[in-house]
């Protein structure tokens, strides 16, 4: 279990690694009730970007030592922080290490830019609570009530809901959290103080319907320092990482930091193509400084909207086991299937186990075909081997348990011209963005998906 030294006791943490050389490295310190692991969506998300993400468990949370939410000192969670980013540097000297945090995460990520400036390339902050609030001040009153976040402030996601809900080392209620009411004043009162004089690049994350943080926090302190840029994203929620909205999110991070990380101190033009999602809507507005501000924010609001919603209609007629359906639309193609004598048919046409096989290979081809097209890779020829492995008690003998596959197995191979790197990015791609894969990952079969790049005739 890798660990370090902390300022408390032994802190826990996890690395989302890429292959040398990475693009950048980002440390990361979560917010009250959290731990490192209910990030896995974002450090695989960054990872396809060649940015690796470091995340600790913070004292009394996680598998980190300490009781339960108590903090003594926003400076235990700085000095914490600073130590993963050594370990972080060590991996790749001279590489760039960003730091950023969540909610409790986030203050301390501020305080330690604002006291060494120069150690980190740049932050992320989100759902930043960097000035007072006063649901933190009332826990300091003798007679306050345990502190008791409800979930459908921190986000909508029914994952992430799911996993706060039955994963045992997260909380959203915790006697030790009355310690924040004694940790975040004195920080407050020095970020007022400096942390308005950081001209590191920021990148500020929020949901517009934050109820812990308010938008209006984040929008107010963008508007001061001078290296600003405030993604905003409507409808969401405090969480905003582990939101519905969770891969635009991890989209603008990635944005904001390759530019900077491959010494470009300018990102995407605005309206460019790497700008633009297709389920986002980005509003760009020039929004005056504040009275302590050197110049002006660049503030997205990021609107995440399904415009392209496209209905798959099936019709379908059978006896028995065997079934002939039509897919709806101009061209009525038709298809039958049947099941195997072992589960009562004739195998008068293919098992519907193997179109939903098929169904995976083909989709993987049309999906890598758009991604290639957005990537500038040319595909060539294609062939495809899966296996699906199939306890069939389940569906024959009505056991207890799973009726899924065991395991799915794909192997693909495809003629192309792209480089190691994008074919990479290809992959993992097709992955994320091929509806039958989805299913089937989704669904929590074992997952093992290999492909091979051929060389592309006449590509030399």
């Known amino acids: 279990m890798p660990t370090f030294g902390g300022v408390t006791g032994r802190v826990y943490y996890k690395a989302w ?23 896995h969506r974002l450090g695989h998300a960054l990872n396809h970007a060649g940015i690796e993400l470091w995340a600790l468990d913070e004292i009394g949370h996680g598998l980190t030592e300490g009781d339960r939410a108590a903090i003594g ?6 000095q914490n922080g600073r130590r993963l980013a050594a370990l972080a540097e060590a991996v790749e000297p001279g590489r760039p290490v960003w730091l950023a945090g969540h909610s409790l995460g986030s203050v301390a990520a501020a305080v330690a830019a604002a006291r060494e400036p120069r150690r980190y390339a ?3 902050l989100s759902g930043a609570a960097l000035s007072p609030l006063d649901w933190v001040l009332a826990l300091g009153d003798d007679d306050a009530a345990e502190l008791a976040l409800d979930p459908a402030d921190l986000s909508s996601d029914p994952f992430y809901l799911d996993e706060l809900a039955y994963d045992p080392l997260a909380f959203t209620s915790a006697a030790g959290a009355r310690t924040l009411a004694t940790v975040l004043p004195p920080a407050w009162d020095e970020l007022a103080g400096a942390f308005g004089q950081v001209t590191l690049p920021v990148l500020f994350v929020h949901g517009s319907d934050d109820p812990v943080v308010p938008a209006a926090h984040a929008r107010a302190w963008s508007g001061r320092l001078a290296g600003a840029r405030l993604a905003e994203f409507a409808g969401a929620r405090h969480d905003i990482l582990n939101e519905t909205v969770h891969r635009e999110v991890a989209a603008a991070i990635t944005k904001f930091v390759l530019p900077a990380a491959a010494g470009s101190a300018a990102g995407p033009a605005a309206g460019s193509a790497a700008d633009r999602h297709p389920a986002e809507l980005h509003q760009r507005a020039q929004v005056p400084a504040g009275s302590h501000g050197t110049g002006s924010l660049e503030r997205i609001i990021v609107t995440v909207t399904k415009t392209s919603v496209v209905p798959f209609v099936l019709t379908a007629t059978g006896t028995g086991t065997a079934q002939h359906l039509t897919a709806a639309g101009d061209a009525g193609h038709r298809f039958s299937t ?11 046409a293919p098992s519907p186990l193997f179109y939903a096989l098929g169904s995976l290979t083909s989709c993987n081809q049309v999906t890598a075909t758009l991604v290639a097209k957005d990537l500038g890779i040319r595909l060539g020829a294609w062939s495809f081997e899966v296996q699906g492995d199939l306890d069939t008690s389940v569906l024959v003998g009505g056991a207890d348990g799973n009726a899924n596959f065991d395991r799915v197995t794909v192997r693909a191979t495809v003629e192309t011209d792209a480089s190691d790197e994008q074919f990479a990015t290809l992959v993992a791609e097709t992955e994320r963005r091929c509806p ?15 492909w091979e790049n051929a060389p592309l005739p006449g590509s030399d």
């Open 436 to 450: 039958v894969t989805q299913l089937f990952k989704r669904s929590g079969v074992e997952w093992d998906n290999q």
């Open 73 to 78: 000192s926003i400076d235990d969670l700085v």
């Open 338 to 348: 049947d099941a195997y004598p072992a589960f009562g048919g004739q195998d008068a």
């Open 17 to 39: 690694r890429v292959p040398a050389p990475r693009a950048a490295a980002i440390v990361f310190l979560h917010g009250f009730g959290e731990h490192s692991g209910l990030y």
């Open 122 to 124: 740049g932050l992320i």
